[in-house]
């Protein structure tokens, strides 16, 4: 099977902008979260879909949003970027309900400028 | 919330020797603790991973342990080679509906040949 793949994989934009992410998860995965990678913060989580409903959320502006098709493949939005979003933002599926196990993409390194 | 610690944050051996990674955790409710492996310029790989009914779990060089009682878990590899040098990261998370995972910081593991 094909892993998850993210695109683009690198993204440089501008203060103000705003900036669309794009998830695909393993074939037959239904679950997919989304984090955020920072050298000062780690690993933080985003959110999370299931069957294309959002059912969890971690602690992030409501300039962070998300939504996930009915193929399961997912976006992510941030508007109004500042230099602190600058990150690695990383897609990971899953195949159960209730995420076990847990399969990450490559990510997509976003450089704000 | 969620709480875990790892160290150390930076482990350097020699190859063929063993490596110990720690976690501890502070929600008592949490039962599933996956391990990752982030190579550089790639997302974390997940390589092991321990639910609660258990307390060691075996993969060939991999080894994690999980105390309930004490809230701490470990990674343990053995004959370390060249290869396993990478960032590693423990977390901790309730498997179910709500799973919102808590990551540890990450322990970069260089292994000398």
């Known amino acids: 099977k094909a892993g998850v793949t993210q695109t683009p994989r690198y993204l440089i934009k501008t203060r103000g902008q705003q900036v669309t992410l794009s998830c695909s998860p393993i074939?037959?995965?239904?679950?997919v979260s989304w984090y955020q990678q920072t050298p000062g913060q780690g690993l933080q989580f985003l959110f999370e879909?299931?069957?294309?409903?959002?059912?969890n959320k971690g602690n992030f502006p409501g300039r962070f949003s998300g939504r996930q098709f009915s193929n399961s493949r997912s976006e992510m939005n941030v508007s109004t970027l500042e230099l602190g979003d600058s990150a690695l933002y990383l897609c990971?599926?899953?195949?159960?309900?209730?995420?076990?196990?847990?399969?990450f993409g490559p990510g997509t390194r976003l450089t704000v400028t | 919330g969620e709480n875990v610690e790892q160290h150390p944050s930076t482990l350097s051996v020699q190859e063929g020797d063993s490596a110990v990674i720690k976690c501890t955790y502070s929600?008592?409710?949490?039962?599933?603790f996956p391990w990752y492996k982030q190579e550089l310029g790639k997302g974390p790989q997940l390589i092991i991973d321990?639910?609660?009914?258990?307390g060691e779990k075996k993969d060939q060089r991999i080894a994690v342990t999980l105390n309930k009682t004490a809230k701490h878990f470990s990674l343990h590899i053995t004959e370390t080679q060249p290869e396993d040098s990478a960032v590693y990261f423990c977390?901790?998370?309730?498997?179910?509906?709500?799973?919102?995972?808590?990551f540890g910081r990450g322990t970069s593991l260089i292994v000398h040949p």
């Open positions: 074939s037959g995965h239904r679950s």
């Open positions: 879909y299931f069957s294309e409903t959002q059912r």
């Open positions: 990971a599926s899953s195949p159960l309900d209730g995420a076990y196990e847990q399969y």
């Open positions: 977390a901790a998370s309730r498997a179910g509906g709500s799973y919102i995972p808590t």
């Open positions: 321990i639910r609660s009914n258990v």
């Open positions: 929600d008592s409710a949490s039962n599933y």
